[in-house]
Every structure is written in C-alpha cells, then in structure tokens.
C-alpha cells in the first residue's frame, strides 16, 4: 500500500545531542511537511518542501533543520536538543499545494530528550 | 492570529450520536478538516468541507459548517467504542507566510459501553 512511514516510532537522545528523524513515502508527492506535537496540543507545522524548495515557518527554531535528498525521504534534524523538544513528530505529504490537497500523515516518531 | 479552538473532552454511551464542535477565527479559510488520532499514532483523515457548503454527509459522519459564526461540527452517528481517540479540526487558509493547515487542540471522544 501507498503510505508515509516514518521511523523509528521511538526515539531516545540526550540534552544536547544531535538526532536526525526520518520519513519516506511511496505516494510520489510533491510536497512533505514536519509537523511538531507536543503532549496535548495542537499539531504545528514547523516546515515543508514543495519539491525542493524548502519554506520554513517564521516561529520555528533555528535549532530544528530539514534536508530533502529526494522526492522520497525527507529528514528533520534537530542540532542540539533540550528537554523542551520532546513531542510526537509527525511528518506528511500532498500531492501539492492548496486546501484541496490532502495532507496524508505518517503514525509519528515520538522523541524523549534526557 | 489564526486560531482554531475546540472543547477537550467529550463522553458519550455507546450508541448515542456524538457531536464535537470547532471554531476558527480567519474568513479566508477554504477548506476545514477533520483527522482521528488514536492513542501512540498518526493523525487520519475523516472528512473535509469546502467553505462554500453547508453540509457533507459520509457514512455515519456528518459535518456542518455556519460559515457566518465559523463554526464547524462533526456528528458520529451510533458511536462505537472504536471511535473512542483523539478529534482534530483543522483550517486550511492563506496566512501571512503561504496556505497551511492549522490545528486546533483536539477532542477527546471516550464511549462507554
């Protein structure tokens, strides 16, 4: 089936240490967005490619990266986290732009900062 | 801002319809969402409504939209207790830096037997 993983599901770091999430889909979208949620919150879109254009949100922290090799994998690189950046990272893709392009969501990478 | 804000919790008995509402704040919205989270997992699409209708009906889910009082709701008909998760409402518009999706909260939908 077509889909957008992502892994690991879990993933342990230490204050500090650079940690890299991944996500790939076989759905041959255009666009992928990261997406942050933390413990009872509303998702919040820290970043999206369209293609290879990479078009960040102005309240995302210089701490948070993104790097798209190809259509396929997208990564989020987060350079030095703190214990504040512990959430549910949930990657997703559409087809393109706009409020008629589904966005079609991955189950999640859940990252735990010691 | 945009804002999009929903009440946190809702119980319900098995069976019974269940109705969980939404409000957003910005007029440009065009297109308003609703994902299901269960527990430890992604976010999965329900349905959407384009902001020039009033309703869409889909199987056991109803949404209505009072674009006037930006108001969303969607109705679960005889709610089981799988639907038991997270309901999220979302508004796609055009803000400052491009369109994008913004969340609200969630609704915790709990059924009981």
């Known amino acids: 089936d077509a889909m957008v993983i992502q892994n690991p599901r879990y993933q342990v770091t230490q204050f500090g240490k650079p940690v890299t999430l991944s996500c790939s889909q076989t759905l041959n979208h255009n666009v992928m967005y990261w997406y942050q949620q933390k413990s009872s919150q509303a998702p919040k879109l820290l970043f999206h490619y369209y293609d290879k254009d990479f078009n960040n949100e102005a309240d995302t922290p210089d701490n948070f990266q993104s790097r798209r090799p190809n259509t396929s994998f997208c990564f989020l690189d987060i350079r030095s986290p703190g214990l504040g950046d512990a959430a549910m990272y949930l990657c997703?893709?559409?087809?393109?732009?706009?409020?008629?392009?589904?966005?079609?969501f991955g189950p999640g990478t859940r990252l735990l900062v010691l | 801002g945009e804002d999009v804000e929903q009440s946190l919790f809702l119980s319900v008995r098995e069976g019974d319809s269940s109705v969980i509402n939404c409000t957003y704040t910005?007029?440009?919205?065009?297109?308003l969402y609703w994902y299901k989270q269960e527990p430890g997992a992604g976010l999965q699409l329900l349905t959407y409504?384009?902001?020039?209708?009033d309703m869409k009906q889909d199987q056991r889910l109803t949404v209505l939209l009072n674009k006037k009082d930006k108001h969303l709701s969607l109705r679960i008909a005889d709610t089981q207790t799988g639907d038991s998760a997270i309901y999220f409402c979302a508004s796609y518009g055009w803000w400052n830096q491009g369109g994008k999706l913004i969340f609200g909260q969630g609704t915790e939908l709990s059924v009981k037997p």
């Open positions: 997703a893709t559409s087809r393109d732009i706009g409020g008629q392009e589904t966005q079609y």
């Open positions: 910005d007029s440009s919205s065009t297109y």
């Open positions: 409504i384009f902001s020039n209708m």
